[in-house]
């Protein structure tokens, strides 16, 4: 039996971007299923209004996660000085969003655009750890204020080439501030990056700001090949007591069908994905 813990899901199984109408839509469903947390990716900081947003989910009872979204032109890492400082101010309107709907954590790969890789040598790799960290610390620092929590997301291979394991991950957070700043774990990135789920869980320990779940292909948690026991178990032992959030996205949308490399249906429907996942995981933790 796994601890009880809130379960939350990704407005991103069904729209891309998430705006006030497409909120208010899909709110009250996210809610009447039974979901705890309603996580808010934020591609624009002008999507949708975090006061109004606060007062919705208040409505129905909801919590809030807020995923940042690095999408082209985002950078921390290797980019001129603009660049870095747009990057930093929009991370900081995010936590700012996130502090607004009560979120304590504002999750993702805050350092690069998704799909920018490079190679590295191992002393341009240093270099580049050392960057992101000075880039970071402000940000960190204004989240800290804030009472929030940056969730470092490692991603695969494929999305990025410069964090894709939790010891990476684990390295970079390091030198800045716990309270400030831990590790985003999404099972899907670790699936594929990851020797042993369980092991990483447990050497993230006390880093571990915020938990992305769903199946190993997007698809719902439980429809997949994953030991979700050790997995639940080893973020039981790790004292880490937040949500798990299903994340996964549509193919409706071509943006974000590309940017995902969602080509085909996941489940029957996209609600299945919610629902499904939620249902298993509530099994789960009910033993």
Excluded at 79 to 89: F, Y
Excluded at 206 to 224: E, F
């Amino acid at each position: 039996m796994a601890r009880t813990r809130p379960l939350g899901v990704n407005t991103w199984v069904w729209t891309s971007p998430l705006t006030d109408a497409s909120l208010r839509e899909i709110a009250p469903r996210v809610a009447g299923w039974g979901f705890d947390v309603l996580e808010l990716p934020v591609e624009d900081v002008t999507d949708w209004h975090p006061q109004q947003t606060a007062g919705v989910l208040a409505d129905l009872g909801l919590g809030a996660s807020v995923s940042l979204v690095m999408g082209p032109g985002r950078e921390l890492v290797a980019a001129d000085a603009g660049t870095i400082r747009r990057t930093q101010d929009y991370l900081r309107q995010v936590v700012d969003m996130a502090h607004a709907v009560g979120s304590r954590v504002v999750g993702g790969p805050a350092y690069a655009s998704v799909g920018r890789t490079w190679r590295m040598t191992a002393g341009q790799r240093e270099a580049a750890n050392a960057e992101l960290v000075d880039h970071l610390a402000p940000v960190v620092e204004h989240a800290m204020a804030a009472g929030v929590r940056i969730g470092l997301e490692p991603l695969n291979r494929y999305e990025t080439s410069l964090v894709n394991t939790v010891d990476q991950g684990l390295a970079l957070v390091a030198p800045l501030p716990s309270e400030g700043i831990g590790l985003m774990l999404d099972i899907y990135h670790m699936n594929i990056e990851e020797t042993d789920l369980a092991a990483a869980v447990t050497r993230a320990g006390d880093r571990i700001a915020h938990v992305q779940v769903c199946g190993n292909d997007r698809g719902a948690p439980g429809a997949d090949h994953l030991d979700w026991t050790a997995f639940l178990g080893a973020l039981d032992a790790s004292g880490y007591d937040g949500s798990l959030c299903i994340e996964s996205f549509t193919a409706d949308n071509a943006t974000i069908a590309t940017a995902a490399s969602i080509w085909r249906p996941l489940a029957p429907t996209q609600d299945a994905i919610a629902v499904d996942g939620l249902d298993f995981l509530r099994g789960l933790m009910r033993g």
